[in-house]
């Protein structure tokens, strides 16, 4: 499954940024995969000196931006688990900036998000391993907007590219 079978009644409109980052040739599985690896390594070698680096006043360090990562991957495996299982639920957004804060992140070492990110990335994988392509088309209702099971994954896949670049750009 790739990105180009999606249809764009499966997510809302402001997901679109993130989803036209994921290669059109990387499959589902494959994706995930290779993230694993290749995010685990952009963090493992980010200077130490720049791990609580913010860009500006009230922007998040780059640990807080790894943190907001994982956190939004636990959120969006859910929506995806609870999709591909036929829940008529309406799923609730989240509110990013209160997840910060409690999370501690500037606290945690890089070496424990990194953890954290791989326990969380293998659990991902280990879903949608369960899941049929029929499973992953189903479309539910997550903050308030259509949301199919394979868009919340390959959200989670674009998402990581886009913050990826943020922190080239704007911190490194």
């Known amino acids: 499954m790739k990105i180009t079978d999606i249809d764009k009644n499966e997510y809302a409109d402001f997901y ?3 989803l036209n980052l994921v290669p059109k040739r990387t499959t589902l599985q494959d994706g995930f995969k290779e993230g694993l690896v290749s995010v685990s390594d952009f963090f493992e070698n980010i200077p130490a000196i720049k791990l609580n680096h913010a860009y500006a006043h009230e922007k998040w360090s780059v640990k807080e931006v ?11 495996q859910y929506r995806c688990f609870c999709i591909a299982r036929q829940d008529k639920t309406a799923l609730p957004g989240f509110e990013q900036n209160d997840y910060i804060a409690p999370s501690m992140a500037k606290h945690k070492s890089v070496k424990a998000l990194i953890e954290e990110f791989k326990s969380v990335r293998h659990s991902f994988i280990n879903l949608l391993n369960s899941l049929s392509d029929e499973d992953l088309k189903h479309i539910g209702n997550a903050n308030s907007n259509p949301m199919s099971a394979r868009a919340a994954a390959f959200v989670v896949m674009g998402h990581y590219l886009w913050h990826i670049d943020i922190i080239k750009e704007r911190y490194l």
């Open 66 to 76: 790894f943190q907001h990562l994982i956190d939004t991957e636990r959120v969006f």
């Open 16 to 18: 679109s940024d993130y």
